[in-house]
């Protein structure tokens, strides 16, 4: 049985990765921070299933400790500070996770356990003000907040201890992945939860950002199956992984409030407030090298995802409204 240990097991791609790997017969093993109070909402029906470990990406010897203890044949580092507006407002701690946090887990492996596969979550917001569209593996980077920024360096120092130690590690260059366990936070959970709010009768308005910023979208569900390619494969690669489209802000609010029967246009209001003060403007993924290699494609429409969304939070909103 092989072990694997996910680093952000609490948090979205963790909780689909972990339920993906238990259905392949996986060992797993989930690393959280310890703190006053659990945040197990997303793998609280696979706790009786898998081990969970504390340790912590500011905390070399924690990382260190995990690695003895566990040994695991596979790492996936899914843990950051993920929301890119909080970059700006912390900047530093943003680096501290997403970035050194990447070289201390990387050391840990060199040191305990350089057999180990590991799999660095990159991320497409590294290309920020793009060169090309679409954007592949050979892209040059041009990150337009601080956590862009902090990515481009978890990646090439993942890059760096592949090339200088020979361990099996790999970035996979995600673009955005959404689901119904996507913090709130985030514009398409933002979206799902405004529409069924309103729907709901338990708000009247919706206040957004850029609406005309475009991104390619796909299932988060679909996206933690080509990590694990990326793991099986004979040499240690980087992939792009995304759907090839792109949707506008406008196009995701637009299908969403259409999925209830609503005209965003009586809803939705752009404000300044949520503008970032460097916008990426277009993203837009060419995944050809993982579908040809990895023999991956998504599964899960843009349509779809939306419906998906806005039908999960109208369920759980609906008790909150029948009080």
Same mark, same amino acid.
């Given at each position: 049985m092989p072990k694997a240990l996910i680093t952000g097991v609490t948090g979205q791609d963790g909780s689909y990765l972990a339920e993906f790997l238990l259905a392949k017969g996986y060992e797993v093993v989930g690393m959280v921070r310890r703190t006053s109070h659990d945040s197990y909402e997303r793998i609280e029906h696979l706790l009786d299933r898998m081990e969970i470990v504390a340790a912590d990406l500011l905390d070399q010897?924690?990382?260190t400790v995990v690695l003895q203890e566990t040994r695991p044949d596979e790492v996936y580092n899914l843990a950051a500070q993920s929301f890119v507006p909080t970059s700006w407002t912390q900047p530093v701690l943003t680096g501290e996770f997403t970035a050194l946090g990447v070289?201390?887990?990387?050391?840990?492996?060199? $040191?305990?356990? *350089? &057999? !180990?596969?590991?799999?660095?979550?990159?991320?497409? =917001?590294?290309?920020?003000?793009?060169?090309e569209t679409p954007q592949r593996e050979t892209t040059p980077f041009y990150p337009?907040?601080?956590?862009?920024?902090?990515?481009?360096?978890g990646h090439w120092i993942t890059v760096n201890y592949r090339e200088s130690y020979d361990l099996f590690a790999v970035s996979g260059i995600l673009f955005n992945h959404e689901s119904p366990r996507r913090g709130i936070e985030f514009v398409t959970r933002k979206v799902t939860d405004g529409v069924a709010r309103i729907q709901l009768g338990l708000a009247s308005e919706l206040r957004l950002g850029n609406l005309d910023a475009r991104r390619d979208w796909g299932f988060a569900g679909d996206y933690v199956?080509?990590?694990?390619?990326? $793991?099986?494969? *004979? &040499? !240690?690669?980087?992939y792009v992984i995304g759907?090839? =489209?792109?949707?506008s802000v406008r196009e995701l609010v637009e299908l969403a409030f259409g999925h209830v029967g609503l005209d965003y246009r009586k809803y939705v209001v752009s404000d300044p407030r949520f503008h970032r003060p460097a916008e990426v403007d277009l993203l837009l993924a060419d995944p050809s090298k993982a579908r040809k290699e990895l023999g991956w494609a998504?599964?899960?429409?843009?349509?779809?995802?939306?419906?998906?969304?806005?039908?999960?939070?109208?369920?759980r909103l609906s008790a909150t409204a029948r009080r």
């Amino acid at each position: 049985m092989p072990k694997a240990l996910i680093t952000g097991v609490t948090g979205q791609d963790g909780s689909y990765l972990a339920e993906f790997l238990l259905a392949k017969g996986y060992e797993v093993v989930g690393m959280v921070r310890r703190t006053s109070h659990d945040s197990y909402e997303r793998i609280e029906h696979l706790l009786d299933r898998m081990e969970i470990v504390a340790a912590d990406l500011l905390d070399q010897h924690s990382l260190t400790v995990v690695l003895q203890e566990t040994r695991p044949d596979e790492v996936y580092n899914l843990a950051a500070q993920s929301f890119v507006p909080t970059s700006w407002t912390q900047p530093v701690l943003t680096g501290e996770f997403t970035a050194l946090g990447v070289t201390r887990i990387l050391e840990a492996i060199r $040191l305990v356990n *350089p &057999r !180990a596969k590991f799999y660095q979550a990159s991320s497409s =917001e590294m290309f920020g003000k793009v060169s090309e569209t679409p954007q592949r593996e050979t892209t040059p980077f041009y990150p337009r907040s601080p956590y862009g920024v902090a990515k481009v360096y978890g990646h090439w120092i993942t890059v760096n201890y592949r090339e200088s130690y020979d361990l099996f590690a790999v970035s996979g260059i995600l673009f955005n992945h959404e689901s119904p366990r996507r913090g709130i936070e985030f514009v398409t959970r933002k979206v799902t939860d405004g529409v069924a709010r309103i729907q709901l009768g338990l708000a009247s308005e919706l206040r957004l950002g850029n609406l005309d910023a475009r991104r390619d979208w796909g299932f988060a569900g679909d996206y933690v199956e080509a990590m694990w390619l990326m $793991l099986q494969q *004979p &040499r !240690a690669h980087d992939y792009v992984i995304g759907t090839a =489209e792109t949707h506008s802000v406008r196009e995701l609010v637009e299908l969403a409030f259409g999925h209830v029967g609503l005209d965003y246009r009586k809803y939705v209001v752009s404000d300044p407030r949520f503008h970032r003060p460097a916008e990426v403007d277009l993203l837009l993924a060419d995944p050809s090298k993982a579908r040809k290699e990895l023999g991956w494609a998504p599964k899960v429409t843009f349509a779809q995802l939306v419906a998906m969304m806005v039908d999960a939070d109208l369920k759980r909103l609906s008790a909150t409204a029948r009080r």
